[in-house]
């Protein structure tokens, strides 16, 4: 008796050990799935931040369009590559990340920003997440419309006075292509100012935002 008695107290003993276990490694378990989903949780929000530090560069970068398509159609250079930087860089630090890479790509339509969190996540250290977005239009140097060719009218032969003031060329309409964008302008010929026929919200309505790949 006293044989099995102690046989029942080395299964009640082997029965705790294994419940004890159990319920160690569904702890440890659960533990661990909640450091993995808060760690998702986190970089899912810093990716958010990126996506949108990229479409608020892009917005910016629309909204100033009517100043920088003014200067290019008149011979001036492309968007600089840090046209928008100052918005994305707000809504990073919004959404709880510092930006610490931009890049406008104006002949390749791509905004490329870089956001890292500004805590150390769950994963143990500050990540980095990246978007990209676009304007909509590749862009490139104008191509101006060219000057209408006029007909020359016959006149009778007169004698030139030497104060004769000599005849201004006529401004003329036409298309400015720059790039993937097309935009109405008239050209001075003599002071060569090309001067955009659109309003800046017509401009500005030119372009799309959107995320990229």
């Not at 989903?37 to 970089?43: F, R, S, V």
């Not at 009218?153 to 964008?181: D, H, M, Q, Y």
Request: proline share 6%; glycine share 10%; net charge neutral.
């Amino acid at each position: 008796m006293v044989v099995h008695g102690r046989r029942s107290e080395a299964g009640a003993a082997t029965t705790a050990i294994v419940i004890a276990v159990s319920v160690l490694l569904l702890g440890v378990a659960f533990f661990y799935t909640q450091r993995v989903a808060k760690a998702e949780d986190q970089g899912g929000t810093l990716q958010v931040g990126a996506d949108a530090a990229a479409l608020a560069g892009a917005y910016q970068t629309i909204d100033d369009s009517p100043d920088w398509l003014s200067g290019l159609v008149n011979g001036g250079a492309l968007p600089a590559g840090g046209a928008g930087q100052g918005a994305a860089g707000d809504f990073a630090t919004r959404n709880g990340g510092s930006l610490v890479g931009y890049h406008y790509s104006a002949s390749q339509d791509r905004i490329e920003v870089q956001v890292r969190s500004k805590a150390v996540l769950e994963s143990g250290s500050r990540e980095v997440a990246v978007a990209t977005a676009s304007i909509g239009k590749r862009l490139a140097a104008c191509v101006l419309p060219q000057a209408p060719v006029a007909t020359p009218t016959p006149t009778a032969t007169a004698t030139p006075s030497p104060t004769a003031t000599p005849t201004k060329a006529p401004s003329f309409s036409g298309v400015a292509t720059c790039g993937e964008l097309t935009v109405p302008v008239k050209v001075d010929p003599n002071t060569r100012k090309v001067t955009i026929t659109i309003s800046a919200s017509e401009i500005k309505a030119l372009f799309t935002a959107s995320l990229s790949a």
